[in-house]
T-cell receptor, first 114, second 113 residues
């Protein structure tokens, strides 16, 4: 089954404790992206990647890192989480081309930083 | 990308057609209209997209006016599982561009039994 998976689905952590949220897709998609969703603010893009070893900042990259060493994986790293990073996170992927293909989203990771 | 305007909420009876409008009066010739939906706190789900012609797939139909300033998403036989927030997104096509999706507030569609 074609899908985007994220782990963990739920995470409660403390300020400053490094964490990684994994994202994996099995559709051989070139493009992958991370969003965060907060009440009243909608979905905002954190980082995106157009292919292996090619990443770039989205609208809200501060406090986050990403890497794209393999086509299928795009982990989101929070080196020193803070309470303002408490949010619902989504990973998405799509083929690369024009017009932009539909994006497939993961189930989400609900992160709480205390 | 062009701005879109959608009603905040709509109701629909189960089994009836749900017609969700979207205004995109500033759309330009190289912009597509996309529809996604999000069932409570789940990942957004792609529904359909179009440029100028009407489109239909297994989930829905998309009707775009001739001047392309507005569109309507039609769910032909709404079910309770169609209760979700529906987002209308206008996307410009540029070579090598970020495929970022800009979600507005969308329309909360509630399907009632």
């Amino acid at each position: 089954e074609a899908q985007v998976t994220q782990n963990p689905r739920y995470l409660i952590t403390v300020t400053g404790k490094k964490l990684t949220v994994t994202c994996s897709q099995n559709m051989n998609h070139e493009y992958m992206s991370w969003y965060r969703q907060d009440p009243g603010l909608g979905l905002r893009q954190i980082y995106y990647s157009m292919n292996v070893e090619v990443t770039d900042k989205g609208d809200v990259p501060e406090g986050y890192k990403v890497s794209r060493k393999e086509k299928r994986n795009f982990p989101l790293i929070l080196e020193s989480p803070s309470p303002n990073q408490t949010s619902l996170y989504f990973c998405a992927s799509s083929l690369w081309g024009e017009p932009p293909y539909e994006q497939y989203f993961g189930p989400g990771t609900r992160l709480t930083v205390t | 990308d062009a701005k879109t305007t959608q009603p905040t909420s709509m109701d629909c009876a189960e089994g009836r057609a749900a017609n969700l409008p979207c205004n995109h009066s500033t759309i330009s010739g190289n912009e597509y209209v996309y529809w996604y939906r999000q069932i409570h706190s789940q990942g957004p789900q792609y529904i359909i997209h179009g440029l100028k012609n009407n489109e239909t797939n297994e989930m829905a139909s998309l009707i775009i006016t001739e001047d392309r300033k507005s569109s309507t998403l039609i769910l032909p036989h709404a079910t309770l599982r169609d209760t979700a927030v529906y987002y209308c997104i206008v996307r410009v096509i540029r070579g090598g561009s970020n495929y970022k999706l800009t979600f507005g507030k969308g329309t909360l569609l509630t399907v009632n039994p």
